[in-house]
Every structure is written in C-alpha cells, then in structure tokens.
C-alpha cells in the first residue's frame, strides 16, 4: 500500500517562492507525479520524476530522492493563478495505479 | 479539452437510488481509472480497468461497480445512494506508463 504525506495548507506573497513537500511509503515504487487542482476542477499533470534529482519545467520544478522517500515541488514567481491544492501521487510498479496525497492548498496573497 | 470525456457533469438523484456515470478515455488510451472526491478530500482510488479487464480495486462500496467496454469506454454504477456518496466522481486514462489525464468529472448530489 502507499502512504503518501503533504503539508494541508501554504500561503506565500505573488512574486515569492513555495516548496511544497510530499514523504511517501510504498511497497513498489514506480514514479513520483505532481498535479495541480484549482477547486472543482480536473487534476492536471504539472511534473513526474522517476529517477533521483531535480526535473525544472519553467517555473516549476520538482525533485525526488528515492532513498528517502521525499520528493517536493518548487513554486517559483508565484502569481495569483497559482493559488490552487497540489497533489503529491505516487504510482505503482504492479498496477499503475496513483495513489494521492490529500493534497496542498496554496493560497498566494498580493 | 483533456480529450476524457465524462457525462453527466451534473446528477441530483434521491437516496436509494441508482445512477451510471460514463467516461469516454483519451484516443490511444487502454488505462480507465475512477476516482471519488468528497468536499475538502483527497482522490480516492476506486478502481482501474485496462483494456476491458478490472486490474486493480481501491476501497470501491459494494453498492458500487463499473466495467470497461470493447470501445474502452467505462461506466461507473451507484446503486442504493446515501447521502455520504456526494462527491466529485473523476475518471483519468492513461498509456501504460504514461501520466494520467483526468476527465472535468462528475459532481453528484444525493439528497
């Protein structure tokens, strides 16, 4: 089974940066992805990681380190859009399925 | 347009009642997964279906059972509603090893 594990909420200033941190525990790792969720709306894809290190993607980023379990995404020039809940998900090597984290909700002020 | 269709976008039904939401998946995609979003939750995984047969059950009511069709077309049944299974019902698909792309969902009330 997975357990997956993210702060429930992140506020930060338009223009600054947030790190969103996500710790997981699994029983067959197979990729670390990151979706955005504005409220009532579809998840969509932001980031993946599969292999340790950072992937960058604009002004978001993502890093993973397998041994320990922990990966987070990088917020960088937040903008008022941004305000939304990111989900921490992990898949699995068996089925492919993701697995959630209850997600985090990033409100950005002026 | 993530290219996952879900119908209806919106279900106000009555408890006891049954219900079948539809989601077409992306052109290409084998991988059906449906998931439940009760206000201020996570996703919670319900079931995945690829290319016809079930592959792998989340923590899916009994009350609740879906199949995947030749088209690969999937539909979801709830049956005897209470008012806790008001939720967002998502649908993704997927390539095998690919990211998921989700469906706009549908939000069902039971009243």
């Known amino acids: 089974g997975q357990n997956i594990d993210q702060p429930t909420e992140m506020t930060a200033t338009e223009g600054a940066i947030v790190q969103i941190n996500c710790t997981y525990q699994t029983s067959g790792f197979n990729g670390l992805f990151w979706y955005q969720q504005h409220a009532g709306e579809a998840p969509t894809f932001l980031s993946y990681n599969v292999l340790d290190g950072l992937e960058e993607k604009g002004r978001f980023s993502s890093f993973l380190s397998r041994s320990k379990g922990y990966s987070y995404l990088l917020l960088k020039e937040l903008q008022m859009k941004d305000s939304a809940s990111y989900l921490c998900a992990v898949r699995d090597r068996y089925d492919y399925k993701l697995s959630f984290g209850a997600g985090t909700t990033v409100t950005v002020r002026a | 347009d993530s290219g996952v269709t879900q119908t209806p976008k919106h279900l106000i039904t009555a408890t006891g009642q049954r219900v079948t939401l539809r989601c077409s998946p992306r052109?290409?995609?084998?991988?059906v997964y449906w998931y439940q979003q009760s206000l201020d939750q996570g996703l919670q995984f319900l079931i995945q279906y690829y290319n016809g047969e079930e592959r792998a059950k989340g923590n899916i009511l009994e009350r609740f059972s879906a199949q995947q069709f030749p088209d690969l077309h999937s539909e979801l049944n709830l049956s005897s509603l209470e008012l806790g299974d008001s939720a967002l019902y998502f649908c993704a698909s997927s390539e095998t090893q690919g990211h998921y792309t989700f469906g706009s969902g549908t939000r069902l009330t039971v009243v």
């Open positions: 052109s290409g995609d084998l991988s």
